[in-house]
């Protein structure tokens, strides 16, 4: 199976989720091996996409390197997984990719235009995934008393479990399976959309977050239900959303990985957290050529 680029350079200009601002984003094939890679253009620097640059993760996961970082990345970085693009570099005049619709689905979009293209595949860069071999697991207390959990098991293939439980009703809990495939998170991952309370937009607001959510992009919680209802894609959205979370923060691992993840409550911080659990100990896993 050879690493996958895009055959052809396309840029699209939207807003940030938390700096509000215009961003315009330019995908553009990258050479074999080189991996995802935002560069920011306005500061002339540039990051792997890689779990060991991730910085903060409280509301997003944000990579950081040398003064430079890219916020939000978790989105953009599931579209790229699911579409199965191993190379590919993002340039960026500005802090985060634009949020477009708050979905994966709207830089699947993009990536189907921009067309999927093998690369030419010297023996030194084959496609390789990460073998889980044994459990890796990490816990999290939360703020109310709860324990949030997430675990990388080995499994024949990639495959996600995940449960949420919110205090409001209008989400309750729900728990979701996802059995990874192109098709499969296109058609069942790729369209849930992030959501927000609007409890808590003018205390985000006034740390300098959550200033481009709107409507358009996110789905609006109060205590009586989902404001903007009619932008809702699925009934069980939420734990389809966390899913597709996961699924951009488990890409920064660098590689596909092998494994069966478990989440309970999981979100950014943990996520990355299972990743450096993962890569901390060389048993825990196994390169293998993708054949
Ligand atoms: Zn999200």
Redesign the pocket.
């Known amino acids: 199976m050879p690493r996958h680029t895009i055959a052809r350079a396309l840029s699209a200009t939207g807003t940030a989720l938390h700096a509000g601002v215009p961003v315009t984003m330019l995908l553009a094939p990258a050479p074999a091996g080189q991996g995802i890679v935002f560069r920011r253009a306005d500061l002339g620097k540039a990051i792997p996409a890689l779990y060991d640059r991730v910085g903060e993760t409280r509301l997003g996961t944000v990579l950081e390197e040398d003064g430079a970082s890219v916020g939000v990345v978790?989105?953009l970085m599931a579209a790229i997984a699911g579409a199965e693009i191993d190379d590919l570099l993002v340039t960026l005049d500005g802090p985060e990719p634009p949020i477009l619709d708050g979905d994966s689905l709207s830089y699947l979009a993009l990536l189907d235009q921009a067309g999927r293209q093998p690369l030419d595949q010297p023996n030194d860069q084959p496609r390789t995934a990460i073998a889980v071999q044994r459990p890796v697991m990490v816990e999290h207390p939360q703020k109310d008393g709860s324990m949030a959990r997430a675990a990388l098991l080995p499994a024949q293939s990639l495959s996600y479990h995940l449960e949420i439980s919110f205090p409001t009703p209008v989400i309750g809990a729900q728990s979701f399976d996802f059995a990874f495939s192109a098709q499969g998170f296109r058609d069942q991952i790729a369209p849930a959309r992030?959501f927000g309370f609007l409890s808590e937009l003018e205390a985000l607001n006034k740390m300098n977050l959550a200033r481009g959510a709107s409507l358009e992009n996110t789905l609006a919680l109060d205590d009586t239900g989902v404001v903007n209802r009619e932008k809702m894609r699925f009934a069980d959205e939420f734990v389809r959303?966390k899913i597709?979370?996961a699924v951009g923060d488990m890409a920064l691992a660098g590689a596909p990985l092998i494994a069966r993840f478990e989440g309970s409550r999981s979100g950014h911080g943990i996520n990355n957290a299972l990743l450096r659990a993962l890569f901390a100990d060389p048993a825990n896993y196994r390169r293998v050529e993708l054949g």
């Open positions: 978790e989105h992030t959303h597709l979370d």
